[in-house]
């Protein structure tokens, strides 16, 4: 079966980085384009990025522009989210989600999440 | 970006009552709406605004097209209370609503 299982997570002071792995099983990995997505404690759901199944074409939301690298290793079935520069407002659960065999914008199976907390 | 507002932002409901929650995009999106279902980790339960996704029960519904949208639930079940949001697939950035949840009356 499908199964997305997100690692990384940990408390990093206010400028440090951190990079997220999301290990990917059950399914042709290489064929899907993978997003990144979060939730900050108690609110709703955030988009993060995308990357495409190639690794070609990539997006992120505003918000993590130019602080966020989305990258994934096709061989080793395996996203990542290299995440620099980080602030307050980046504490949150991230949560990899697969994407469509087109970028569909429709997320239809979601890891368990991984926990970042940035302290100033 | 589109904005998304869901309404109501929190229910009480009964086991076997119908649920009617709402999404309203700030622009017309076509029918690029999908639906979640929360509980630790989200779970896809329609696309398309309509098209229910393998193995979801069919109490659960959608419909609309441009700016809104229902999700209906048809005799609320126990594991159904949870928090539902919708999700605009039609620009990105994807954005999402803000959420409802489903709680016990």
């Known amino acids: 079966q499908v199964q997305l299982v997100e690692s990384g997570g940990d408390l990093v002071k206010a400028g440090g980085s951190l990079r997220l792995s999301c290990a990917v099983s059950?399914?042709?990995?290489?064929?899907?384009?993978m997003n990144w997505i979060r939730q900050a404690p108690g609110k709703g759901l955030e988009w993060v990025s995308y990357i495409s199944s190639s690794g070609s074409s990539i997006n992120y939301a505003d918000s993590v522009k130019g602080r966020f690298t989305i990258s994934r290793d096709n061989a080793k079935n395996s996203l990542f989210l290299q995440m620099n520069s980080l602030r307050d407002e980046d504490t949150a659960v991230y949560y990899c989600?697969?994407?469509?065999?087109?970028?569909?914008?429709?997320?239809?199976?979601w890891g368990q999440g991984t926990l970042v907390t940035v302290s100033s | 970006d589109i904005q998304m507002t869901q309404s109501p932002s929190s229910l009480s409901a009964s086991v076997g009552d119908r649920v009617t929650i709402t999404c309203r995009a700030s622009?017309?999106?076509?029918?690029?709406l999908n639906w979640y279902q929360q509980g630790k980790a989200p779970k896809l339960l329609i696309s398309g605004a309509s098209s229910l996704q393998g193995g979801v029960p069919s109490r659960f519904s959608g419909s609309g097209s441009g700016t809104d949208f229902t999700l209906t639930i048809t005799s609320l079940q126990p594991e159904d209370f949870a928090t539902y949001y919708c999700?605009?697939?039609?620009?990105?950035?994807?954005?999402f609503g803000q959420g409802t949840k489903v709680e016990i009356k």
């Open positions: 999700q605009q697939s039609y620009n990105i950035p994807w954005t």
């Open positions: 059950g399914f042709t990995f290489s064929d899907y384009y």
């Open positions: 622009q017309s999106i076509s029918r690029n």
């Open positions: 989600a697969r994407g469509g065999l087109r970028n569909s914008g429709r997320f239809d199976y």
